[in-house]
C-alpha cells in the first residue's frame, strides 16, 4: 500500500475528521493492514479566506512547508483538507513530491451535480474567488445572500463563542442548518459542503436536500489509489 499525507490544521477538527474517515471506510483484519498516514495538523497556516479578502497573510509559505515535510516522510500520495486553500493550489504544488490531489480537479469529474441547483455552503474566501464556480461553470450554483453568508455561515465557522472552528460543533451545525433551509427556500435542490467544518458538522445531521460533501469522496479517491 501506499503511503498517505495530509496538510491539514485548517482547521484542526475538520483535518482529524477526514483522516479517521481513510480509516473507517477502509475495513481491514488487524492494524498491519491499515494505511500508513502522515498528517500535518499545522494549525499555524495563517487563515486562508482573510489571505483572499487582503486582510491577512498568504497561507503559501506555511503550506509549501509543510509539504515539504511529507516529500521528506516519502508519502506517495495526498491531499489537502481545505477547500479556500486551493485557490493557491498553482503557488504550492511544486513542493510536493509525490501525488497530490485537487479537490477540485476531482469534482469537475463528477456528474452528481448536474441537473441540480446547487446551493453552496463555503467560506466568504471561496466565495468571493468563485473556485467553484470556476471549476464547473456548467453547475447553477446558488449562493447565500450577504446577511445569511455573515450571520449564518462564517458564524456557525468561525464564532469564538458558537462556531465550529472553535470546536463548538454542535452550535455551529445549528447556523449551517438555518443557511440550508435559506437556500432550500430560494430553490436549492443540493447543498454542497465547500468547506471541510461544514462537511464535518452535518456529516450526521438531517439536512432539508441531499448533502454532497467533495472532500468525503477525495478521501475515497485516495483509498482507491493508495491500495
Given at each position: 500500500?501506499?503511503?498517505?499525507?495530509?496538510?491539514?490544521?485548517?482547521?484542526?477538527?475538520?483535518?482529524?475528521?477526514?483522516?479517521?474517515?481513510?480509516?473507517?471506510?477502509?475495513?481491514?483484519?488487524?492494524d498491519q493492514e491499515q494505511?500508513?498516514?502522515?498528517?500535518?495538523?499545522?494549525?499555524?497556516?495563517?487563515?486562508?479566506?482573510?489571505?483572499?479578502?487582503?486582510?491577512?497573510?498568504?497561507?503559501?509559505?506555511?503550506?509549501?512547508?509543510?509539504?515539504?515535510?511529507?516529500?521528506?516522510?516519502?508519502?506517495?500520495?495526498?491531499?489537502?483538507?481545505?477547500?479556500?486553500?486551493?485557490?493557491?493550489?498553482?503557488?504550492?504544488?511544486?513542493?510536493?513530491?509525490?501525488?497530490?490531489?485537487?479537490?477540485?480537479?476531482?469534482?469537475?469529474?463528477?456528474?452528481?451535480?448536474?441537473?441540480?441547483?446547487?446551493?453552496?455552503?463555503?467560506?466568504?474566501?471561496?466565495?468571493?474567488?468563485?473556485?467553484?464556480?470556476?471549476?464547473?461553470?456548467?453547475?447553477?450554483?446558488?449562493?447565500?445572500?450577504?446577511?445569511?453568508?455573515?450571520?449564518?455561515?462564517?458564524?456557525?465557522?468561525?464564532?469564538?463563542?458558537?462556531?465550529?472552528?472553535?470546536?463548538?460543533?454542535?452550535?455551529?451545525?445549528?447556523?449551517?442548518?438555518?443557511?440550508?433551509?435559506?437556500?432550500?427556500?430560494?430553490?436549492?435542490?443540493?447543498?454542497?459542503?465547500?468547506?471541510?467544518?461544514?462537511?464535518?458538522?452535518?456529516?450526521?445531521?438531517?439536512?432539508?436536500?441531499?448533502?454532497?460533501?467533495?472532500?468525503?469522496?477525495?478521501?475515497?479517491?485516495?483509498?482507491?489509489?493508495?491500495?
Amino acid at each position: 500500500m501506499k503511503r498517505i499525507g495530509i496538510v491539514g490544521g485548517m482547521g484542526p477538527l475538520a483535518s482529524l475528521f477526514y483522516a479517521q474517515q481513510l480509516i473507517l471506510k477502509h475495513p481491514v483484519s488487524k492494524d498491519q493492514e491499515q494505511f500508513h498516514i502522515v498528517l500535518d495538523s499545522n494549525s499555524t497556516i495563517p487563515d486562508r479566506t482573510l489571505a483572499l479578502l487582503n486582510q491577512g497573510e498568504s497561507p503559501v509559505k506555511a503550506i509549501s512547508k509543510s509539504l515539504d515535510m511529507l516529500s521528506d516522510a516519502q508519502v506517495d500520495i495526498g491531499f489537502i483538507t481545505c477547500f479556500t486553500s486551493h485557490a493557491f493550489f498553482n503557488e504550492f504544488k511544486d513542493h510536493a513530491h509525490f501525488k497530490l490531489l485537487n479537490v477540485f480537479e476531482l469534482l469537475s469529474s463528477s456528474k452528481q451535480l448536474e441537473g441540480h441547483k446547487v446551493g453552496l455552503l463555503a467560506t466568504s474566501g471561496t466565495l468571493n474567488t468563485q473556485l467553484f464556480q470556476h471549476a464547473l461553470p456548467h453547475i447553477d450554483f446558488l449562493v447565500p445572500n450577504k446577511d445569511v453568508q455573515e450571520n449564518l455561515v462564517m458564524k456557525g465557522i468561525y464564532d469564538p463563542h458558537e462556531g465550529i472552528k472553535s470546536n463548538h460543533i454542535e452550535a455551529g451545525a445549528q447556523y449551517l442548518l438555518q443557511a440550508c433551509d435559506h437556500l432550500v427556500k430560494e430553490g436549492a435542490t443540493l447543498i454542497l459542503a465547500g468547506c471541510t467544518e461544514v462537511g464535518l458538522a452535518l456529516f450526521d445531521k438531517n439536512t432539508p436536500v441531499p448533502l454532497i460533501d467533495p472532500m468525503m469522496d477525495m478521501v475515497e479517491a485516495i483509498i482507491n489509489q493508495a491500495q
